[in-house]
């Protein structure tokens, strides 16, 4: 007898005893509010100090939290490319694009090389959509 008052004398009814309690324990120890993720390790980080748009914030050096978007980027909601898909809006975008790189032998090769690396997977090696993607069904 143990010392809670149970007799186990068979080893393989004390493991399936253990592996019971394993479980039990094992799904005592899971929480059914699956809203918060358990401990906070961090929780300055977890919870951080939430700022106003237009607010003041000593973060910055301006003193201000909403700040001014980096020079050369493009918002996600903006269209950089302002023509539509129509045939008439191809013939303008036709017109009035102009290619800034000059026809010369090394930008064609880069361009070459470019289109190997970026486009071919899609529109093939000679542009005529029999890329390796399309033709596998990708």
Same mark, same amino acid.
């Given at each position: $007898?143990?010392?809670? +008052? $149970?007799?186990?004398?068979?080893? %393989? ?9 394993? #479980? ?6 899971? /929480?059914? &509010?699956?809203?918060?993720? !358990?401990w906070?390790?961090?929780? /300055? $980080? #977890?919870?951080? &100090?939430?700022? @106003? ?10 003193g ?5 978007? #980096?020079? !050369?980027?493009?918002? *996600? /909601? ?9 045939? !008439?809006? *191809?013939?303008?975008? %036709?017109? =009035?694009?102009?290619?800034?790189? =000059?026809?010369?032998? =090394? &930008?064609?090769?880069? +361009? ?11 529109? +093939? @090696?000679? !542009? /005529? +959509?029999? %890329? ?5 069904? #990708?």
């Amino acid at each position: $007898m143990n010392r809670y +008052g $149970m007799i186990i004398q068979n080893p %393989g009814k004390r493991a399936f005893i253990m592996l019971l309690g394993s #479980v039990f324990l094992f799904i005592a120890a899971c /929480d059914r &509010n699956r809203k918060t993720p !358990g401990w906070d390790y961090f929780p /300055d $980080m #977890v919870y951080s &100090n939430a700022y @106003e748009t237009y607010s003041p914030n000593t973060n910055f050096r301006d003193g201000k939290t909403l700040q001014a978007p #980096v020079e !050369g980027t493009v918002s *996600r /909601d903006a269209l950089p490319f302002s023509y539509g898909t129509s045939t !008439g809006e *191809r013939t303008r975008a %036709g017109r =009035e694009l102009v290619n800034p790189l =000059e026809n010369t032998a =090394e &930008n064609l090769a880069r +361009g070459g090389e470019a289109y190997g690396v970026f486009c071919a997977q899609c529109h +093939g @090696e000679n !542009g /005529d +959509g029999k %890329g390796h993607l399309v033709l596998s069904g #990708v």
